[in-house]
Every structure is written in structure tokens, then in C-alpha cells.
Antibody, heavy 116, light 110 residues
């Protein structure tokens, strides 16, 4: 059973920062690209970013470029998303998901709420 | 990157077949065989139903099938069942090395 557990969500004021984590167990984390995908309340899915197995290749959606940073620690089987200069429109459930071209395994998501 | 275009809603009766379309451009859907489809029930994480246009992951019913023609991809569900009622999203890789999702389609089983 693949398990991915996101954490680090919460309530933050506009302009603030949060760091999300995704802990992976039961598959060889270092063998896979990983992605962050978010879903605003009542809205559709939005791809945020992905990172290659070694961390050398990274891409971001235009909506978060320059504010968010994806990273990974293969020794800890963990994926991260550092979110700075948060905006109200960043409010969403953030999912970590395995894969680059498609996402076959998803975590349960962590809710980020940006509000004053 | 603009979102892919999906119908907001589709419906069908049990046992029938329905098709959900996903229209993009030559820079995404039409340019790559990296279209995937996701099913999402309320309060749950999305589930991969189709990857690389027409491949089903292990464990996904063969009632689900995918195809692509030009800049439009399609998800067909045959033999509709009550548990198929959910939101469905398409996704494609793009020429900018990013990914883009469709706006989602709500499937109602009548």
C-alpha cells in the first residue's frame, strides 16, 4: 500500500510563508519524479510544480514561480514545498503526487488557508 | 498556460456509455501522448484512471477507456454504474515542460 502523508498546512496571513512536507513510504522515493498539485475550495485541480529524481530538474506553474520552491531529500524519503509571499488565491488543499507526466499516487492533502 | 477545456457536466443512466472531452492545443494535448484522466469523489484525493492517453493502471475497470484525436482527448465510461458518479479531470504535459489540467467535469448517474 503506497502511503504519502502531507503536513505543514495551516492558516497564514497574506505575505506570510509556510513549508509543506510529504513523507513517502512503501515505494522507492528516489526512483520517481514528484509533483505538487493543489485544489482551491470547490474548484478544480491545478498543477503547481514537479521535481526530478535527483532534484536537478524543476518546473513551476507561472502562478507560483518566484514564490514557491520545491525540493526533496531522498535520504529522508521526503518532498517539500516552501511557499513564500503567500496570497489569498493560494488557499487550497495541496497534494503531493508521484510522477511527472501523470500522477498515480496521491497523498490525502494538506489545507493551506491564506487570510487576514 | 490556459486550462484544458472540458464540459462542466455530463450525465447518463446506469448501463449507458458516456464520453467526456478534453480540448487543448498543439502545444499540449495534440503535441504529446501524455494525457491522463482522474476521478475524484467528494472529500477524497483524485484517482488516476487513464495515463498516456489510453493506458489503464492496474485495478482500474476496463469500463474506462481513453483516446485522442488531434487536440482533443476523450474519456469513455461504458456500462455506467452509480459509483462512477464523480468529478473527472484531464491533464496534459505541455511544450513548456509543465502540466495543465482541465476545469473538470461533473458526471451524474441518473
Amino acid at each position: 500500500q503506497v502511503q504519502q502523508v502531507e503536513s505543514g498546512g495551516g492558516l497564514v496571513k497574506p505575505g506570510g510563508s509556510l513549508r509543506l512536507s510529504c513523507a513517502v513510504s512503501t515505494f522507492t522515493f528516489s526512483d520517481y519524479y514528484m509533483s505538487w498539485i493543489r485544489q482551491a475550495p470547490g474548484k478544480g485541480l491545478e498543477w503547481v510544480s514537479y521535481i526530478s529524481t535527483s532534484g536537478s530538474t524543476i518546473y513551476y506553474a507561472d502562478s507560483v514561480k518566484g514564490r514557491f520552491t520545491i525540493s526533496r531529500d531522498n535520504a529522508k524519503n521526503s518532498l517539500y514545498l516552501q511557499m513564500n509571499s503567500l496570497r489569498v488565491e493560494d488557499t487550497a488543499v495541496y497534494y503531493c503526487a508521484r510522477g511527472k507526466y501523470s500522477s498515480g499516487y496521491w497523498g490525502q492533502g494538506t489545507l493551506v488557508t491564506v487570510s487576514s | 498556460q490556459s486550462a484544458l477545456t472540458q464540459p462542466a457536466s455530463v450525465s447518463g443512466s446506469p448501463g449507458q456509455s458516456i464520453t467526456i472531452s478534453c480540448t487543448g492545443t498543439s502545444s499540449d494535448v495534440g503535441g504529446y501522448n501524455y494525457v491522463s484522466w482522474y476521478q475524484q469523489h467528494p472529500g477524497e484525493a483524485p484517482k488516476l484512471m487513464i495515463y498516456d492517453v489510453s493506458n489503464r493502471p492496474s485495478g482500474v475497470s476496463n469500463r474506462f477507456s481513453g483516446s485522442k484525436s488531434g487536440n482533443t482527448a476523450s474519456l469513455t465510461i461504458s456500462g455506467l454504474q452509480a459509483e462512477d458518479e464523480a468529478d473527472y479531470y484531464c491533464s496534459s504535459y505541455t511544450s513548456s515542460s509543465t502540466r495543465v489540467f482541465g476545469g473538470g467535469t461533473k458526471l451524474t448517474v441518473l
